[in-house]
């Protein structure tokens, strides 16, 4: 969903790209992980088990609210964001920690990255082969604008298994029960330790760790089955759940979103990746049509009952590489879309071709919608998003009954405050 997850670094083609899937456009309802973070040393020793996680300075108090009702009320959820620390580009960390900051008020709640799964039983507040924190970890600009400082927005940090070890993690995990047990364990003490009001957690990439034997039905069941346990053991200490999934439009795969949706509080959907840093060529992260029908799956959900327990989220990053398998190069990100924008200029086109000549697996074609994008004078072609192709996002979810909306990742929007206000007409409290 995200640089270090989805994208790569702005502009940085780093030597793993080689080794990634070579299948774009679509190719498969799950991508396999990207390596950007699976090139990075092995972990530090001795990972420790939530408990006894590193202490932040300046760490939140942790009231303990026993029998807090589910977070489930129509718009208390309808506009978040994730953070996360940009790796390499302090810059770029920095802006998305005041861009928060400067609009807290605007959002219901936040997502910051703060934390990762680094075993079956533990988990880390730092990148794998690193001690040092996440950037931004427990920074006081969102602890000061949450209700960690008396705000309201509420803090519900990320906690994340994206590269292949952590992955790997949690593929044993949910198929032991004495491991899964001892994995919630850990997830509620980090809530409670910290006076979190809640966790989100993003699994990714779980079909691409299956064995000889392994079927996604299996993970699919066991993932759905962890869900409801980790929602329920959160919801008794007062604590929520959300959880950030791959856009689908059936269950087939690993992410059940009918399963997970009768357990979680609020269901992110990654709404972008279609194309992603890494694949074999450029093209739209986020097609329209290709929304549209996922937004119409969720809409056939339990009769239309759950679509304000799904938030759509959108892509503040674009893609620059080859717009052929065949053309060569590497598909690298571009986050956020300020640079993209810088790097676009005046004058770029506002439509493309591409997707009539790019289909899903099944044949599938999808309307790119509005698709700003731009040949450059190296002859790479940079595909993103402006102010508008996203509010034709946004108005897909509206018009789908979605409760929301989220992104990935705060800092550097288009038009700056003009993206706040776009999404208070649409999504108003």
Same mark, same amino acid.
């Not at 934390?115 to 996440?134: I, L, M, Y």
């Not at 239309?304 to 674009?318: D, H, S, V």
């Given at each position: 969903?995200?640089?270090?997850?989805?994208?790569?670094?702005?502009?940085?083609?780093?030597?793993?790209?080689?080794?990634?899937?070579?299948?774009?456009?679509? @190719?498969?309802?799950?991508?396999?992980?990207?390596?950007?973070?699976?090139?990075?040393?092995?972990?530090?020793?001795?990972?420790?088990?939530?408990?006894?996680?590193?202490?932040?300075?300046?760490?939140?108090?942790?009231?303990?609210?026993?029998?807090?009702?589910?977070?489930?009320?129509?718009?208390?959820?309808?506009?978040?964001?994730?953070? +996360?620390?940009?790796?390499?580009?302090?810059?770029?960390?920095?802006?998305?920690?005041?861009?928060?900051?400067?609009?807290?008020?605007?959002?219901?709640? *936040?997502?910051?990255?703060?934390?990762?799964?680094?075993?079956?039983?533990?988990?880390?507040? +730092?990148?794998?082969?690193?001690?040092?924190?996440?950037?931004?970890?427990?920074?006081?600009?969102?602890?000061?604008? /949450? /209700?960690?400082?008396?705000?309201?927005?509420?803090?519900?940090?990320?906690?994340?298994?994206?590269?292949?070890?952590?992955?790997?993690?949690?593929?044993?995990?949910?198929?032991?029960?004495?491991?899964?047990?001892?994995? *919630?364990?850990?997830?509620?003490?980090?809530?409670?330790?910290?006076?979190?009001?809640?966790?989100?957690?993003?699994?990714?990439?779980?079909?691409?760790?299956?064995?000889?034997?392994?079927?996604?039905?299996?993970?699919?069941?066991?993932?759905?089955?962890?869900?409801?346990?980790?929602?329920?053991?959160?919801?008794?200490?007062?604590?929520?759940?959300?959880?950030?999934?791959?856009?689908?439009?059936?269950?087939?795969?690993?992410?059940? #979103?009918?399963?997970?949706?009768?357990?979680?509080?609020? *269901?992110?959907?990654?709404?972008?990746?279609?194309?992603?840093?890494?694949?074999?060529?450029?093209?739209?992260?986020?097609?329209?049509?290709?929304?549209?029908?996922?937004?119409? #799956?969720? @809409?056939?959900?339990?009769?239309?009952?759950?679509?304000?327990?799904?938030?759509?989220?959108?892509?503040?990053?674009?893609?620059?590489?080859?717009?052929?398998?065949?053309?060569?190069?590497?598909?690298?990100?571009?986050?956020?879309?300020?640079?993209?924008?810088?790097?676009?200029?005046?004058? #770029?086109?506002?439509?493309?071709?591409?997707?009539?000549?790019?289909?899903?697996?099944?044949?599938?074609?999808?309307?790119?919608?509005?698709?700003?994008?731009?040949?450059?004078?190296?002859?790479?072609?940079?595909?993103?998003?402006?102010?508008?192709?996203?509010?034709?996002?946004?108005?897909?979810?509206?018009?789908?009954?979605?409760?929301?909306?989220? #992104?990935?990742?705060?800092?550097?929007?288009?038009?700056?405050?003009?993206?706040?206000?776009?999404?208070?007409?649409?999504?108003?409290?």
């Amino acid at each position: 969903m995200k640089l270090y997850r989805h994208a790569l670094p702005f502009l940085h083609a780093a030597a793993a790209v080689a080794a990634v899937a070579a299948a774009s456009c679509g @190719g498969g309802v799950e991508r396999a992980p990207l390596l950007a973070d699976a090139t990075i040393a092995e972990p530090t020793a001795g990972s420790a088990p939530a408990p006894d996680a590193p202490d932040a300075p300046d760490a939140p108090d942790a009231p303990d609210a026993p029998g807090a009702p589910r977070d489930g009320a129509p718009g208390d959820h309808r506009f978040c964001g994730w953070l +996360h620390e940009f790796r390499g580009d302090p810059a770029s960390t920095e802006l998305g920690y005041d861009t928060f900051a400067a609009h807290a008020g605007a959002f219901d709640v *936040v997502h910051p990255k703060w934390w990762r799964v680094a075993s079956p039983t533990t988990f880390e507040n +730092h990148p794998r082969g690193r001690s040092a924190p996440f950037g931004g970890f427990h920074d006081r600009r969102v602890l000061d604008a /949450t /209700t960690a400082g008396g705000g309201r927005t509420r803090l519900v940090p990320l906690v994340a298994a994206v590269d292949r070890p952590d992955v790997a993690a949690v593929h044993a995990m949910i198929h032991d029960p004495a491991l899964r047990a001892e994995h *919630v364990a850990g997830l509620v003490a980090i809530a409670v330790k910290n006076g979190y009001d809640g966790l989100d957690v993003d699994y990714e990439h779980l079909s691409s760790v299956l064995g000889p034997g392994e079927t996604v039905e299996a993970e699919r069941a066991a993932f759905s089955a962890f869900v409801g346990e980790l929602a329920r053991a959160l919801h008794a200490r007062g604590k929520t759940l959300s959880l950030a999934v791959p856009a689908v439009a059936s269950a087939r795969g690993v992410y059940d #979103y009918e399963a997970l949706s009768a357990s979680a509080d609020h *269901v992110h959907v990654m709404g972008y990746d279609y194309h992603w840093g890494g694949g074999s060529h450029a093209g739209p992260v986020a097609p329209l049509g290709w929304l549209e029908r996922t937004v119409a #799956y969720i @809409g056939g959900i339990d009769g239309g009952a759950r679509r304000e327990r799904f938030l759509l989220g959108l892509p503040n990053y674009g893609l620059l590489g080859p717009e052929a398998a065949e053309g060569g190069g590497a598909v690298v990100g571009c986050e956020p879309l300020s640079k993209c924008l810088e790097l676009a200029g005046d004058g #770029y086109e506002t439509s493309t071709d591409h997707m009539g000549r790019c289909a899903e697996d099944g044949g599938e074609r999808f309307a790119a919608g509005r698709a700003p994008n731009r040949v450059l004078p190296s002859g790479e072609h940079l595909f993103f998003e402006d102010l508008e192709s996203l509010e034709e996002k946004v108005n897909a979810a509206r018009q789908g009954g979605l409760g929301g909306v989220t #992104y990935w990742s705060i800092g550097g929007e288009p038009g700056g405050a003009a993206f706040f206000s776009m999404i208070e007409r649409h999504f108003p409290r």
